[in-house]
T-cell receptor, first 115, second 112 residues
Framework: GENVEQHPSTLSVQEGDSAVIKCTYS??????FPWYKQELGKGPQLIID?????GEKKDQRIAVTLNKTAKHFSLHITETQPEDSAVYFC??????????????FGRGTQLTVWP | DGGITQSPKYLFRKEGQNVTLSCEQN?????MYWYRQDPGQGLRLIYY???????QKGDIAEGYSVSREKKESFPLTVTSAQKNPTAFYLC???????????FGPGTRLLVL
């Protein structure tokens, strides 16, 4: 099966700085890569996703990049704010309807943004 | 207001007791999932269902059981065979398997 590794496990930044979280995956057939944000005591919420036919996607202060050759993808948060503090999970999948199309999750990154 | 609901928010289990966690979705999604989350760990897949009356074991199915009698509902039973049930349980759904998953608010299970 797929193996998704996520780094770092914890990340502390000053408000206004950028934060980068990196994930690698093992199966070159994976083609869908979502990112989730989980606040304390709540369920994860999708914040951005990318498919293998694009290399980068942006949504306001959040961006995700994908390098299919190296099999890694990254989450970039610019101008961080205290409310960005949460656990972030990356995931990988072989895609829609595939008989092997389950999501494989990384172990999460605890992001803390200090005011 | 569409989404996924889980109940109860907190659940207490006595030793030797089976307990059932509820998960309901009104998103008209075919696929539903159950995950277990332990402190400092990622999400581990317990069971998933692609369609009504069908479900498959995930990575840690031992001590758990599920049913999928209705498209909207995917209850999880934690049986007495699960020796370490204390965890945060998350239900999710997706339009089809392998697509974006949307999560419920979770149920925290504690053992008395």
């Amino acid at each position: 099966g797929e193996n998704v590794e996520q780094h770092p496990s914890t990340l502390s930044v000053q408000e206004g700085d950028s934060a980068v979280i990196k994930c690698t995956y093992s199966d070159s057939a994976s083609n869908y890569f979502p990112w989730y944000k989980q606040e304390l005591g709540k369920g994860p919420q999708l914040i951005i996703d990318i498919r293998s036919n694009v290399g980068e996607k942006k949504d306001q202060r959040i961006a995700v990049t994908l390098n299919k050759t190296a099999k890694h993808f990254s989450l970039h948060i610019t101008e961080t704010q205290p409310e960005d503090s949460a656990v972030y999970f990356c995931a990988a999948s072989k895609g829609r309807g595939s008989t092997l199309g389950r999501l494989y999750f990384g172990r999460g990154t605890q992001l803390t943004v200090w005011p | 207001d569409g989404g996924i609901t889980q109940s109860p928010k907190y659940l207490f289990r006595k030793e030797g007791q089976n307990v059932t966690l509820s998960c309901e979705q009104n998103l008209n999604h075919d696929a539903m999932y159950w995950y277990r989350q332990d402190p400092g760990q990622g999400l581990r897949l317990i069971y998933y269902s692609q369609i009504v009356n069908d479900f498959q074991k995930g990575d840690i199915a031992e001590g758990y059981s599920v049913s999928r009698e209705k498209k909207e509902s995917f209850p999880l039973t934690v049986t007495s065979a699960q020796k370490n049930p204390t965890a945060f349980y998350l239900c999710a759904s997706s339009i089809v398997r392998g697509e974006t998953q949307y999560f419920g608010p979770g149920t925290r299970l504690l053992v008395l």
